[in-house]
């Protein structure tokens, strides 16, 4: 019985790494698509037109 006890905890020890390194890939390909969808085609050009005194 212990003996299955411990299997257990391994398994869950061996498999959390594997869940944090999936969370932090959706993470980021959360962000990259918002950079890509969002922030380069809409921010970025409205902050050219806004501060377009202070540019080049």
Known sequence: ML????????????????MELRAFGFAV???????????????IPALIVILDKFGY
Do not use: G, S, Y
Not at 11 to 17: A, E, G, K, L, S
Not at 29 to 43: C, K, N, S, W, Y
């Open 3 to 18: 003996l299955q006890h411990c299997r257990c905890n391994i398994r869950r020890i061996n498999t959390q790494p594997v």
């Open 29 to 43: 390909a959360i962000v990259v698509l918002v950079d890509t969808f969002l922030v380069r085609p809409i921010v």
